[in-house]
């Protein structure tokens, strides 16, 4: 039985739980961080010494970083489906997941937290248009990426749709003016019809 560690308000235990959902696997979940705390317990830190969600054991094998956990999970229980057996179709998928990780959410991040997690009187307006206009632009990049597919990388679902799908269910609801992107309107449309992805990322943003 595979364990999870984490809130499922969190964008990176999301992703995992997304992927559970969409296999079909047998998991259970503890809730850890933000809230409800104990991301300090010592026996916490002796399996994740980062002290952050997600954390999932499986099997004796203890894991941390989402990305890394969604690739396992995928290459564990779905070769050839979410997991492109490939490596060149593996590298196109996974370039993605590194561009969510390593690009759009270090912009994003600084706006979510601004505009969810603090008080109205302690933003400053000129840090946050300057967060909107740089997590915009990479929307807009992933917008114009989408134009005529239904997926991100390959003809299917794959570990690329995983990390930018929760974004996007984020940014689509998050409170501030956003340009129109149709293709990612689209795309969240198309993602809406999915049980796991309605079940594990469609949580209210907090
Ligand atoms: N790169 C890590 C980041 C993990 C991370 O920062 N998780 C956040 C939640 S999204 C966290 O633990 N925040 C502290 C908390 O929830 O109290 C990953 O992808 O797993």
């Known amino acids: 039985m595979l364990t999870i560690w984490g809130r499922n308000s969190s964008i990176n235990v999301q992703k995992v739980l997304w992927v559970c959902e969409e296999l079909g696997l047998d998991y259970e979940r503890h809730d850890l ?55 060149g179709e593996r590298a196109l998928a996974e370039r993605w997941m590194d561009w969510e990780l390593g690009t759009l959410w270090v912009r994003f991040r600084p706006l979510f937290i601004a505009l969810v997690r603090t008080p109205a009187a302690e933003r400053d307006p000129a840090q946050v248009e300057r967060q909107l206009a740089e997590t915009v632009d990479g929307f807009q990049l992933l917008d114009q990426h989408m134009a005529g597919r239904d997926h991100v990388a390959l003809g299917r679902l794959t570990i690329a749709d995983i990390p930018l799908g929760c974004a996007l269910h984020r940014w689509l609801n998050l409170p501030v003016d956003r340009p129109e992107l149709p293709n990612l309107q689209d795309w969240y449309e198309r993602l809406q019809e999915r049980p796991a992805y309605r079940r594990a990322v469609m949580q209210p943003v907090r």
């Not at 002796?46 to 969604?70: A, C, F, K, Q, Y």
């Open 33 to 87: 961080g933000g809230e409800h705390g104990g991301l300090d317990d010592p026996a916490y830190r002796r399996r994740n010494p980062h002290g952050r969600v997600p954390t999932v054991e499986d099997d004796g094998l203890v894991l941390w970083e989402s990305h890394s956990i969604v690739r396992y999970l995928a290459a564990r229980h779905d070769p050839g489906g979410l997991w492109p057996r490939d490596p």
